[in-house]
């Protein structure tokens, strides 16, 4: 069974700049996550997509990021106009979803800097 | 708001020793799930173990166990006979509400497993 896929694997751009990351989840997995993680700390959520609708995005900073998931399979993360601190990994998870708390599969991660 | 403590930032041990990893966490939630992730230097992140709050029984998973205890909220990992693979960092995480199932992660423990 194939993994969760993300890419690119790595990008730099200058702040101010935009950036989008894609992620495709484990096939049949309702439930896509976006998680942030800086480094030295735990990943830390950013939106949660339940098949194509958004379940939490409380952490999610609407100025500046912004999520979609079409048809309730992909995703896409965009950044726009990124800054320094947004330097960090950034990680797409998948589960099963529904009413259990199904463990979450990771993709590798895109490793942003922001110079 | 839910919390997660691993208070060791970093452990180093020699092969075949035994370690465990703490853990501790706050939920107000009287059903919650708790789980280990294990970040390798590749840095994906890979699901170790899935534990409900009713099931308080301790699990053994070849070298692996975890010991679950809700009177103390802690949730310990233990290696037997460490091995240079098991040097990573080790995540501990708690779920979210019913539906928003993303976890709450902990800071990390870097374990370094000397040969």
């Known amino acids: 069974e194939a993994g969760v896929a993300q890419s690119p694997r790595y990008k730099i751009i200058e702040k101010r700049q935009s950036v989008a990351f894609w992620c495709n989840p484990i096939s049949g997995h309702a439930t896509l996550y976006w998680y942030q993680q800086i480094l030295g700390q735990g990943p830390k959520l950013l939106i949660q997509?339940?098949?194509?609708?958004?379940?939490?995005d409380s952490q999610l900073p609407k100025d500046r990021f912004s999520a979609e998931r079409l048809k309730g399979v992909d995703s896409t993360l965009k950044i726009q106009p990124a800054k320094l601190e947004d330097s960090a990994v950034y990680l797409c998870?998948?589960?099963?979803?529904?009413?259990?708390?199904?463990?979450?599969?990771f993709g590798p991660g895109t490793r942003l800097t922001v110079t | 708001a839910q919390k997660v403590t691993q208070a060791q930032t970093e452990i180093s041990v020699v092969e075949k020793e035994d370690v465990t990893l703490d853990c501790v966490y706050e939920t107000r939630d009287t059903t919650y799930y708790l789980f280990w992730y294990k970040q390798p230097p590749s840095g994906e992140l890979v699901f170790l173990i899935r534990r409900n709050s009713f099931d308080e029984q301790n699990e053994i998973s070849g070298r692996y166990s975890w010991n679950f205890q809700k009177s103390t909220s802690s949730f310990n990992f233990t290696i037997t006979a460490s091995q240079v693979v098991d040097s990573a960092v080790y995540f501990c995480?708690?779920?979210?509400?019913?539906?928003?199932?993303?976890?709450?992660f902990g800071s990390g423990t870097r374990l370094q497993v000397q040969p």
């Open positions: 997509f339940q098949n194509n609708g958004v379940v939490d």
């Open positions: 998870a998948s589960s099963l979803g529904g009413g259990q708390a199904y463990e979450q599969y």
């Open positions: 995480a708690l779920t979210g509400t019913a539906g928003r199932r993303a976890l709450t």
